[in-house]
């Protein structure tokens, strides 16, 4: 189930992306206004509805005033041997 939306990691991942938005005391709301989205956009990836690309991902951290580097490391995602 590593490929899976709902696998640990996933949701791990996701966890730290809402944390980092909560630590920038932004809403949904208006994470989704930065990127020009409407917030079900924001809500439907925070609760795992809908999957990230890498690309989405860099948008939103650069949203976020966050570096992939130091969000990935803070993030502390165990990954998984196998897809």
Avoid: C
Avoid at 14 to 34: G, M
């Amino acid at each position: 189930m590593a490929g899976s939306v709902h696998s640990d990691a996933y949701r791990s991942f996701l966890k730290a992306l809402v944390a980092l938005r909560n630590d920038r005391e932004l809403s949904q709301a208006e994470l989704a206004a930065r990127l020009g989205k409407p917030p079900s956009f924001v809500g439907k990836y925070e609760l795992g509805e809908r999957r990230l690309d890498v690309i989405e991902l860099m948008v939103i951290l650069s949203a976020l005033e966050a570096d992939f580097g130091t969000f990935w490391a803070e993030a502390r995602v165990a990954l998984p041997d196998r897809l």
